[in-house]
């Protein structure tokens, strides 16, 4: 089964002869907006706005750059076993280890197990971080092309692309999801020039850092000859398994249960219908806890005294079982199109429902986790007409805003699955699917 693709040697429309900042002159430009009001946010929105000393910093992150530091320290198996809970696969702790070994020796200080005002390691990791979830504009500009959507287009797909981006590094601290999902794409394209070998090599970066895209794999393997399938499974777990082996046979136990069962937090999150049979990690109770309090005395001065204090704890269930259904229904899929001959825009929607069942399925929702998805979404939906293109930015914006209302689990439930599927069915392409003819913009 073949897809319907520009060559590599047109990419859509680009001339050969063009060099390469010629080709991504739009995605470089957006590239640069998002490190540069990214830094902007973090180090000036505070002190300018509420004239507060404090930087801004996600947590998640300095989560993740410690599990980096436990790489450079000779610790790699005792990332899983920390404090820090880091979830995912070891891959973007490596990637961030030369900013922590940097770090190290410059003597800078950093946001955890502490949060400090101004952790002058944020310096190095924040640009770090912004570069690495901004790359996904390169495969997505390349995708584009390869559509036959010319200039006029591109730019505002670019601009809508690194809106939902920004916040997922910005706010969240999480480039790892954009970062998987940059080296899936740029194995989907390998698929589709039918080159095996850097599908497969492309999805091994891929999965090490976000076991995510592993709702997109079985929709690739559908167009991968059946001989091929055990080189590409060996070099697509390869990777994985040499960076988890470590952990596995030092921590056991911890590395095992939570790459299983996923811990989601109530706190500061979103429960959706599906937290009531979800596994229960730690159930919601409510516990005495030792704490300091500032008392003044009749003097003027404050001194500090130790406090009993009542707090309550929200619950903590487990995601495992939601992601695995997804898995499973991403694979049915990847079976339908094996059976099915799909156009290349039609591959795109499929690896967009496909990275949506994610969200459907999860029982907490964190915002960022729509980001792949609806990237995708987008990205289908650029090589239909004006109209149809224009609802469907609308539709994912507004998705995209509701994702932060707390409020009601069904409510919130029922607001995200159907503005998901409106935007779905408004970028469906049609086996006859109206798009730009390729251009040489």
């Given at each position: 089964?073949?897809?319907?693709?520009?060559p590599?040697?047109?990419?859509?429309?680009?001339?050969p002869?063009?060099?390469?900042?010629?080709?991504?002159?739009?995605?470089?430009?957006?590239?640069?907006?998002?490190?540069?009001?990214g830094?902007?946010?973090?180090?000036?929105?505070?002190?300018?706005?509420?004239?507060?000393?404090?930087?801004l910093t996600?947590?998640?992150?300095?989560?993740?750059?410690?599990?980096a530091?436990?790489?450079?320290?000779?610790?790699?198996?005792?990332?899983?076993?920390n404090?820090a809970?880091?979830?995912?696969?070891?891959?973007?702790?490596?990637?961030?280890?030369?900013?922590?070994?940097?770090?190290?020796?410059?003597h800078?200080?950093?946001?955890?197990?502490?949060?400090?005002?101004?952790?002058?390691?944020?310096?190095?990791?924040?640009?770090?971080?912004?570069?690495?979830?901004?790359?996904?504009?390169?495969?997505?500009?390349?995708?584009?092309?390869?559509?036959?959507?010319?200039?006029?287009?591109?730019?505002?797909?670019?601009?809508?692309e690194?809106?939902?981006?920004?916040?997922?590094?910005?706010?969240?601290?999480?480039?790892?999801?954009?970062?998987?999902l940059?080296?899936?794409?740029?194995?989907?394209?390998?698929?589709?020039?039918?080159?095996?070998?850097?599908?497969?090599?492309?999805?091994?970066?891929?999965?090490?850092?976000?076991?995510?895209?592993?709702?997109?794999?079985?929709?690739?393997?559908?167009?991968v000859?059946?001989?091929?399938?055990?080189?590409?499974?060996?070099?697509?777990?390869?990777?994985?398994?040499?960076?988890?082996?470590?952990?596995?046979?030092?921590?056991?136990?911890?590395?095992?249960?939570?790459?299983?069962?996923?811990?989601?937090?109530f706190?500061?999150n979103?429960?959706?219908?599906?937290?009531?049979?979800?596994?229960?990690?730690?159930?919601?109770?409510?516990?005495l806890?030792?704490?300091?309090?500032?008392?003044?005395?009749?003097?003027g001065?404050?001194?500090?005294?130790?406090?009993?204090?009542?707090?309550?704890?929200?619950?903590?269930?487990?995601?495992?079982?939601?992601?695995?259904?997804?898995?499973?229904?991403?694979?049915?899929?990847?079976?339908?199109?094996?059976?099915?001959?799909?156009?290349?825009?039609?591959?795109?929607?499929?690896?967009?429902?496909?990275?949506?069942?994610?969200?459907i399925?999860?029982?907490?929702?964190?915002?960022?986790?729509?980001?792949?998805?609806?990237?995708?979404?987008?990205l289908?939906?650029?090589?239909?007409?004006?109209?149809?293109?224009?609802?469907?930015?609308a539709?994912?914006?507004?998705?995209?805003?509701?994702?932060?209302?707390?409020?009601?689990?069904?409510?919130?439930?029922?607001?995200?699955?159907?503005?998901?599927?409106?935007?779905?069915?408004?970028?469906?392409?049609?086996?006859?699917?109206?798009?730009?003819?390729?251009?040489?913009?």
């Open positions: 089964m073949a897809l319907s693709i520009h590599p040697s047109t990419q859509g429309g680009v001339e002869g063009d060099n390469w900042l010629k080709r991504h002159q739009w995605p470089a430009l957006f590239f640069g907006l998002i490190v540069a009001t830094m902007a946010y973090s180090f000036l929105w505070n002190p300018i706005l509420y004239h507060s000393p404090n930087w996600p947590p998640d992150l300095w989560n993740t750059y410690r599990a530091q436990y790489v450079i320290w000779g610790g790699e198996g005792q990332i899983y076993n404090p809970a880091f979830q995912t696969f070891p891959g973007i702790a490596i990637v961030l280890s030369p900013i922590a070994k940097l770090a190290g020796m410059w800078l200080s950093e946001g955890f197990p502490v949060a400090l005002a101004r952790p002058s390691a944020w310096w190095l990791l924040d640009p770090a971080q912004l570069a690495l979830g901004a790359l996904l504009l390169f495969p997505l500009d390349s995708i584009a092309r390869r559509l036959g959507v010319p200039s006029r287009r591109r730019i505002p797909l670019l601009a809508l690194a809106a939902l981006i920004w916040p997922s590094v910005v706010l969240w601290g999480h480039p790892e999801d954009a970062l998987g940059s080296f899936a794409l740029y194995g989907v394209i390998a698929v589709a020039d039918r080159r095996w070998l850097r599908f497969a090599g492309f999805f091994a970066l891929a999965t090490v850092m976000q076991p995510l895209v592993l709702l997109i794999l079985p929709i690739c393997l559908a167009y000859p059946l001989t091929r399938w055990p080189q590409a499974a060996t070099v697509i777990v390869l990777p994985t398994f040499v960076t988890l082996i470590a952990p596995l046979v030092q921590e056991w136990s911890a590395t095992s249960k939570l790459l299983l069962r996923q811990p989601n937090y706190a500061n979103h429960p959706t219908p599906w937290a009531a049979i979800a596994p229960v990690i730690n159930p919601s109770r409510t516990k806890v030792d704490v300091l309090k500032y008392v003044g005395s009749p003097h001065h404050h001194h500090a005294v130790e406090v009993v204090k009542r707090v309550h704890t929200l619950p903590v269930v487990a995601a495992g079982p939601g992601r695995i259904v997804a898995i499973v229904i991403a694979c049915a899929l990847g079976f339908a199109i094996k059976r099915l001959t799909p156009t290349w825009p039609q591959l795109l929607w499929a690896v967009a429902l496909a990275l949506l069942l994610r969200c399925f999860e029982p907490v929702m964190v915002p960022y986790y729509l980001l792949p998805g609806l990237a995708l979404v987008l289908t939906a650029s090589q239909l007409n004006t109209l149809r293109f224009c609802v469907v930015a539709t994912v914006a507004m998705c995209t805003l509701l994702s932060y209302r707390h409020v009601s689990e069904w409510q919130y439930y029922v607001t995200m699955v159907t503005t998901l599927g409106v935007a779905l069915m408004a970028a469906w392409p049609g086996r006859r699917d109206p798009r730009f003819e390729p251009s040489s913009t």
